[in-house]
């Protein structure tokens, strides 16, 4: 990710390694979502990963060829992206990045769950390598996996603040994950835009969180938010993070700080982009 795509003070883990997983389930959640389960393939995925909540996210290395085992590259994170542009354009991995939705202790391993949205064309056909990927994920296939820590800055939340969410379905995964981090009684107010209103999920907190959800219907992504984000009043003291499509992203965290928010104090992350992409 590059600094025009993020304005956070990342935690990167200590020991991120690319190293193989292996799906053992696959669950249909709703319209909008897939759920893959992952747990380590050739080697314990806890030698390199250790869960860290928020909205922690991964790298995902997809074959080119499904089943197949992807080809990937392998070592510490330092360096991995040019080891990757070193190997073979039409054998390497194509790569996406996805939230760490939740992770279960199994044995000695971790087994980790991933919510992939299921966006389609205007057709109606799901697109994209990853969404492609998931939906048509089978227990057994392998992919590779990257940890890179969490964007969200928990040390810029004030207690005497609002934490304030702003996210398309992309980001539902990172919002459950800061919700169940947040601590007790700390006021927050996540602005959530869904596809389907079946997309949506109870987010389960400690906080005293106020959730308003959109649901956009022949919309671009993010104009709900902005219908949510209108009127809403905001300080100085608030911490916004807003993630989802980068247009919006940008017009979202202008949007934020004319409410009030300080400019310091609106981190985001630019989630996807409506061009197409190469593998
Ligand atoms: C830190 C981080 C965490 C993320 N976590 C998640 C997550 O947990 N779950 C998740 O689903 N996504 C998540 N994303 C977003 C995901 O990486 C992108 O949506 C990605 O482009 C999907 O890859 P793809 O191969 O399916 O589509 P691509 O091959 O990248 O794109 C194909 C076409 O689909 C369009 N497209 C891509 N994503 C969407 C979308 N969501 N809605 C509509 N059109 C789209 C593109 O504009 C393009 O035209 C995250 C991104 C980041 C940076």
New binding site residues.
């Given amino acids: 990710?590059t600094e025009s795509?993020?304005r956070t003070t990342p935690t990167k883990p200590e020991a991120a390694e690319v190293l193989l997983v292996r799906v053992v389930a696959t669950t249909r959640l709703s319209p909008g979502?897939v759920r893959v389960t992952v747990i380590g393939h050739d080697e314990l995925l806890g030698r390199t990963f250790a869960p860290m909540g928020y909205?922690q996210?991964v790298r995902l290395f997809?074959p080119r060829v499904r089943c197949e085992v992807p080809v990937v590259p392998y070592g510490e994170n330092e360096g991995w992206y040019l080891r990757w542009q070193e190997l073979d354009q039409e054998e390497r991995a194509?790569i996406?990045?996805?939230?760490v939705?939740a992770a279960r202790r199994v044995a000695d391993d971790w087994e980790i769950d991933?919510?992939?949205?299921v966006?389609?064309?205007a057709s109606g056909q799901v697109?994209?390598?990853?969404?492609?990927?998931?939906i048509a994920a089978q227990p057994g296939d392998v992919i590779g996996l990257l940890d890179?820590g969490t964007?969200f800055d928990p040390a810029g939340v004030d207690p005497e603040g609002t934490v304030v969410m702003i996210g398309?379905?992309?980001?539902?995964?990172?919002a459950e994950g800061i919700a169940a981090a947040l601590p007790e009684g700390q006021r927050a107010l996540f602005l959530l835009e869904v596809s389907h209103a079946e997309d949506r999920r109870e987010l389960v907190t400690r906080a005293d969180l106020d959730v308003r959800w959109g649901i956009r219907t022949g919309v671009p992504?993010g104009t709900v938010l902005t219908e949510l984000i209108t009127g809403v009043e905001l300080t100085e003291r608030d911490y916004v993070y807003v993630?989802g499509?980068a247009g919006a992203v940008l017009r979202l965290r202008a949007l934020a700080q004319e409410a009030g928010a300080g400019k310091e104090r609106v981190d985001f992350?630019?989630?996807?982009?409506?061009?197409?992409?190469a593998g």
């Fill in positions: 990710m795509q993020a979502f909205d996210w997809l194509t996406r990045n996805y939230t939705r991933i919510d992939f949205v966006h389609a064309s697109e994209g390598v990853a969404a492609g990927w998931a890179q964007l398309d379905e992309t980001g539902i995964p990172a992504s993630v499509e992350c630019a989630y996807w982009r409506p061009e197409r992409r």
